[in-house]
């Protein structure tokens, strides 16, 4: 068994390195995106000195920007303290110092295609002294990236549709060049739900990282080849909606919530394993799967209990994509983390 397939414990921490906010702009991590079990069968502390630990998560509304450490622990229901792991949650200035527009490049899937999180970045940006310009051969108007439905790194790196693909090779200076684009300051990937779904948990894992990693560590260096000073953000991919009703409408029962979330927090954690350390190599990674309430900001339908019940309830309708709120969320990860 490699590193990438050794064995995990449902209640072992993902926390990046830094997490960042904006003053007076709510950031939140919830507890159970934090893990691959279930939240709610263990205990949560917190060590910080802001914000408030709420049943869900921590949440705060900074007012002060700098650099505040924080430490999550997780307890069994006997006291045992299981695991820990600690984060700087990085607070920027609300005001940016004034300056050009920061030219981003989204990279990614359905999540990215759907176009929700970059309309909202253009929005808070458009608020704010810092400008923004999004590039990218998708989308309408401003609102520009290269997100496709169902795409995985190795699609980017060898499909024939790849808009990277040139002579068979990913090259970033070609998609530049072929696009007129002078310049990217930030390219920021959001990939890994469509490369873990089929996947299996142990052998169909391990597999699959050993081969996506390195194509998706050739993508940055190529990045880098083209634009040395351009800064590489690796979204950790979003976690799943926070119910099975999700995944049965979703996929009915050829997938659930249990595999797939097992399979993301693999994901998450081999990117974590490779990546945690190198943002003096101008790579970083981005905590955007703290900040999504996959509880309450995910497609939702009103449907009867049942074909004998005349009451109706409220239930998730999709396993892996956000509503507009989640989306939202998203965009407000985004937003700190590209903020001047």
């Known amino acids: 068994m490699n590193e990438s397939s050794r064995a995990f414990r449902p209640y072992d921490l993902l926390l990046p390195p830094v997490i960042p906010a904006v003053v007076g702009r709510e950031v939140n991590v919830y507890f159970d995106n934090l893990i691959a079990g279930e939240a709610s069968r263990y205990d949560f502390e917190l060590i910080t000195s802001i914000g408030r630990h709420r ?28 695991a820990s792991a600690s984060t700087l949650v990085r607070v920027k200035e609300a005001e940016s110092p004034p300056g050009p527009n920061r030219r981003v490049l989204f990279i990614g899937d359905s ?8 309309e909202e970045l253009l929005r808070l940006f458009a608020l704010d002294r810092a400008g923004l310009s999004l590039l990218g051969t998708r989308g309408t ?11 995985k790194v190795a699609d980017y790196c060898g499909h024939a549709e790849s808009p990277f693909l040139f002579d068979g090779k990913f090259d970033f200076a070609r998609y530049m060049e072929t696009n007129a684009y002078a310049g990217v300051d930030d390219v920021c990937i959001h990939l890994g739900i469509n490369d873990v779904f089929h996947a299996s948990e142990e ?16 993508m940055i260096r190529d990045v880098q080849r083209y634009q040395p000073e351009a800064r590489i953000g690796l979204m950790m991919a979003i976690p799943p909606s926070r119910m099975q009703d ?5 996929y009915g029962t050829l997938q659930s919530r249990r595999r797939y979330k097992r399979k993301w927090f693999l994901w998450n954690r081999e990117l974590l394993r490779l990546f945690a350390s190198r943002e ?10 703290t900040g999504i309430d996959t509880a309450h900001n995910m497609p939702m339908e009103l449907l009867a209990a049942n074909a004998r019940s005349g009451q109706t309830e409220l239930r998730q309708s999709n396993g892996v994509h956000p509503a507009p709120e989640g989306y939202h969320q998203m965009a407000d990860v985004m937003y700190a983390w590209l903020k001047p």
């Not at 999540?111 to 970059?118: E, R």
């Open 141 to 151: 108007g401003l609102n520009r990236h290269e997100g496709r439905g169902g795409w």
């Open 55 to 82: 049943n869900d998560r921590w949440s705060c509304v900074p007012d002060k920007s700098g650099d505040y450490p924080l430490t999550v622990e997780v307890y069994s229901e006997e006291g045992v303290r299981l």
């Open 203 to 218: 052998d169909g894992m391990s597999g699959l990282l050993g081969q996506a990693m390195p194509m998706l560590e050739e």
């Open 246 to 250: 999700s995944f049965g409408k979703s």
């Open 111 to 118: 999540t990215t295609a759907a176009g929700g999180y970059t």
């Open 280 to 289: 003096q190599s101008g790579i970083e990674l981005i905590a955007l799967h």
